[in-house]
């Protein structure tokens, strides 16, 4: 448990540069470049028709996104329909995706069954989350509109050129 607790501080020290007026200031630069990153690595599992699975999405954006999303050969499961074990018991679920990713505020039910299932995790998150077993962490504020947008590129990514 002291290993896990002290690699997930190491982890959110390159990423948070400290607290100001009561609130968390991490940074922003890093969190750009790994949105960057991100957006490379779903282009290239789109392109070589690897399956990506996104879970969970900003409220207002979900239809859109799941419309979005049901245009490519991936998956979208709203945040609220993921069922633990998912990924780890994937004979039962029928799931068995290349890349996930997540936007939401508590991620561990996802980071875990990535980790034990090797495959890469994109996450969208905040101050508030674990990011000790996300590949792709990307810091942002979860309720601003900039964020959604974000997020929403990235899966435009998979609809845009469709490879199926």
Partial sequence: MEVSLKRMLRVKKVFF???????????????LTTYFKALNLVKLFNESSLQILFVGAPLFLE????KEVEKSKHIFIRE???VLGSLTNYIQSGLSPNLIVTFNSD???????????????????????????IDYPILVNL???????????????????NNV
Wanted: net charge positive; proline share 1%.
């Fill in 143 to 161: 309720k601003s509109k900039g964020a959604s947008r974000m997020y929403y590129n990235l899966i435009k990514q998979c609809s845009s050129n």
């Fill in 63 to 66: 239809n859109i996104i799941q």
């Fill in 107 to 133: 991620n561990s039910f996802a980071s875990k069954e990535c980790f034990k299932r090797g495959a890469p995790l994109i996450s969208f998150v905040d101050d508030r989350c674990d990011i000790t077993f």
């Fill in 80 to 82: 609220d329909s993921w």
């Fill in 17 to 31: 540069l400290g607290f100001r007026g009561g609130f968390t200031v991490f940074d922003l630069e890093r969190s």
